[in-house]
């Protein structure tokens, strides 16, 4: 860099605390990345594209700090006493509807302070134009930032014109909004660094799916050819065209992570791993042929598991499947547009428990088109398909997806604060078919009826007795459900 001044050169990344009041002693954390909600679970996640970006920023000389507040224990006003210390020259916030006041709050003290405030994510890519109104962002990046966070900064420092600053809407100098031309989606994934995860502490990251530690999450593909309509980072971030990193860029990063720093298991967060099934199977001869001992999980559409694929899988180390189930009916999946069936999710199901793999079912509750009888079908559904995990939310209205169009144009939302629309402890929607109170009771309720049955429990039991990672995931799950 041409100028070595550390307060010219520093790139902050802030993930900030879960709420406005939160404090370290809270036992509120948010969870959840395409879904994003507050949990009290104890789930601590990260942002991968963060990290990725951060890295890119380091390959081009700038002096990088992350401030991930949840794990570092740092609330509001220890935020903002951080900025004032460190004084960086821009500061870089990942806005979704959950945090979105705390982001403003933090990022108006920011801007106070004279640094450059830059807002990217799916949230804001969605609602740029009237995001980049309010007075506490100076920046809007849209889509994939990985390299365009430094391309803003570089231009920034060098006082250049940011007319060419492809993806950006931002705010001239006489006030008019200018909504530059849409980034190019990252065509070379090969090309990207290994992201920057030494600048966070993976031993403080936990989610109820692993059963090692550290553990870390990493993304190797982007870009979903499905259309599910509640589905916001095809819409927003990564488009529909799949582009992937080589098996051998894919191999390296999981063996940094084990290398490097120690990782036991790693969540392979891709919307879809098994999209290319002849690349998700090298994946997994690599990983054995190099003998990378590490223990991982994948999410999948049941429709494209087979039986060669699901054996490779576990060879690999692959652990646990991940199926985005949504819904019980036949109708409401069409209507979602999920391009599947429910005789095609109880055979991908039945392929990865045939296998020895854990399955995690994602089911929603309260779709627009759902009725009472609807709901309790996918009830039956998930109880019927037994997984070792179900996780349950309701569909998140969120922007930039016809599902949010839809449920505006119709009147079903009973608020416009963002923050409300917390999937996992509440919906803010009222339905054609299900009123709010009918839909809050379902996901207040499903937890219990789920993981109480007598079915559930013996399964659950022989399970325990695996591993000793498998006993104490079971126990950390029932001690927190069994209290629902």
């Given at each position: ?10 790139v ?9 009041d ?7 954390s948010?969870?959840?990345r ?5 949990n ?7 942002s ?9 920023l ?20 220890m935020?903002?006493?951080y900025?004032d ?7 870089v ?14 990022s ?5 302070r ?12 969605a ?16 889509r ?19 007319d060419n ?6 705010r ?5 909004v ?5 980034r190019?989606?990252i ?16 031993s ?5 799916v692993?059963?090692a ?7 190797t593909?982007r ?11 095809p ?5 529909h ?19 490097e ?23 997994c ?15 999948a559409?049941?429709?494209?598991m087979t ?11 692959c652990?646990?499947v ?5 819904s019980g ?8 547009r999920k391009?599947?069936t ?11 428990k045939?296998?020895?793999l854990d ?10 088109w759902d009725?009472?009888a ?7 559904f ?27 144009e ?26 709010n ?8 309720t ?26 104490t995931?079971?126990?950390?799950k029932w ?6």
């Amino acid at each position: 860099m041409d100028n070595p001044d550390p307060k010219h050169t520093t790139v902050l990344f802030v993930e900030p605390p879960p709420t406005l009041d939160w404090t370290p002693d809270s036992t509120v954390s948010k969870a959840g990345r395409r879904h994003p909600c507050l949990n009290e679970t104890g789930e601590q996640i990260y942002s991968y594209q963060n990290l990725s970006c951060a890295a890119v920023l380091r390959e081009q000389g700038y002096a990088v700090r992350y401030l991930h507040c949840p794990t570092q224990r740092f609330d509001c006003a220890m935020t903002r006493e951080y900025i004032d210390t460190l004084a960086p020259f821009a500061m870089v916030i990942m806005v979704e509807h959950i945090n979105a006041l705390v982001a403003e709050a933090i990022s108006r003290h920011a801007r106070g302070r004279g640094v450059h405030v830059i807002w990217v994510g799916p949230h804001v890519t969605a609602l740029h134009q009237s995001e980049i109104a309010k007075e506490c962002v100076d920046y809007v990046l849209r889509r994939e930032w990985d390299y365009a966070v430094a391309e803003l900064v570089g231009a920034l420092r060098a006082g250049a014109s940011l007319d060419n600053v492809a993806g950006l809407t931002w705010r001239q100098a006489g006030g008019a909004v200018a909504v530059n031309e849409d980034r190019p989606y990252i065509e070379d994934l090969d090309a990207l660094p290994v992201p920057a995860y030494d600048l966070v502490d993976l031993s403080k990251f936990y989610e109820s799916v692993f059963v090692a530690f550290p553990a870390a999450t990493m993304i190797t593909s982007r870009g979903c050819p499905f259309n599910c309509v509640f589905c916001s980072y095809p819409e927003t971030i990564y488009g529909h065209r799949h582009r992937t990193m080589s098996p051998a860029r894919v191999v390296k990063e999981i063996a940094h992570l084990v290398d490097e720093h120690g990782v036991r298991e790693i969540r392979i967060d891709d919307d879809t791993f098994n999209i290319d099934r002849s690349r998700a199977m090298e994946i997994c001869r690599l990983m054995v042929r190099e003998r990378i001992r590490v223990l991982f999980s994948v999410q999948a559409r049941p429709s494209l598991m087979t039986d060669e694929l699901a054996a490779w899988l576990k060879k690999a180390g692959c652990r646990m499947v991940l199926f985005g189930v949504e819904s019980g009916n036949d109708e409401v999946l069409a209507r979602m547009r999920k391009q599947t069936t429910k005789n095609d999710i109880r055979r991908g199901v039945r392929i990865a428990k045939k296998h020895g793999l854990d399955v995690l079912n994602c089911v929603m509750l309260g779709f627009y088109w759902d009725t009472p009888a609807t709901v309790e079908e996918t009830m039956q559904f998930a109880f019927e398909l037994n997984a070792e995990f179900t996780q349950v939310s309701a569909p998140t209205p969120l922007p930039g997806t016809d599902y949010y169009r839809l449920l505006e144009e119709n009147g079903c939302l009973l608020t416009s604060a963002w923050h409300e629309h917390d999937s996992v402890h509440h919906s803010a929607v009222q339905l054609p078919s299900l009123t709010n109170q009918q839909l809050n009771e379902y996901l207040r309720t499903f937890y219990r009826r789920y993981y109480r049955r007598p079915r559930y429990v013996w399964m659950m039991l022989v399970r325990m007795f695996r591993s000793w990672g498998a006993f104490t995931q079971s126990m950390r799950k029932w001690t927190v459900l069994l209290t629902k």
